[in-house]
């Protein structure tokens, strides 16, 4: 079962099914997908709910993890945050997240991310972690950087959205780590 985490605000927690109407309202606004790699606008009807039934058995298989951002005051669920792509043999996971529209501008993005680096440190011993962001999605872009990431690169053209390919910028993040023999 995939542990609670708790920042300053936030309570990050496992998705449940009943989330999956938040999600689709939150996914499907343009402004949110867009910007977003991983979310296609128009998001699909039921697109949130087949996600949400992925994310135990992805867990479980230690292949990644999602979580919920909920706001500890009210329970509100605000977005998601991700590390994903594991790579047990590297001690390397990509991370991912967004938020609704509603919730952008209160920091939200890099407080509960920092907490999932956090986690993946302690949990899985990821020693590197990599994000990627469109070229022009700066909010993104700063909150890999609030959270200590260094850019590293870009994929030009890499991504055909709305038929314009778009560049996109890598960043990481690395930790001490133990030599492996």
């Excluded at 708790?6 to 343009?30: F, G, I, K």
């Excluded at 992805?58 to 329970?75: D, E, H, K, N, P």
């Excluded at 509100?76 to 991370?95: I, N, Y």
């Amino acid at each position: 079962m995939q542990p609670v985490l708790n920042s300053r605000r936030l309570l990050l927690r496992s998705y449940t099914q009943a989330d999956a109407p938040e999600v689709q309202r939150l996914a499907s606004d343009r402004h949110v997908a867009e910007p977003t790699a991983a979310i296609s606008h128009p998001y699909p009807e039921g697109a949130a709910q087949a996600w949400i039934a992925t994310t135990a058995d992805v867990f479980s298989s230690g292949r990644g993890v999602s979580y919920a951002i909920t706001l500890q005051s009210t329970s509100q669920l605000v977005g998601t945050v991700s590390l994903l792509d594991f790579s047990s043999a590297h001690t390397r996971a990509e991370v991912g997240y967004w938020v609704g529209i509603d919730y952008w501008g209160h920091g939200y993005c890099a407080e509960a991310l920092a907490c999932l680096l956090d986690f993946g440190r302690a949990h899985f011993a990821i020693t590197r972690f990599v994000g990627r962001c469109a070229a022009l999605n700066l909010a993104s872009a700063r909150v890999l950087e609030k959270c200590g990431f260094t850019r590293e690169g870009v994929q030009v053209k890499h991504v055909l959205r709305n038929g314009c390919f778009e560049d996109m910028l890598l960043y990481g993040r690395c930790h001490p780590s133990r030599h492996v023999a």
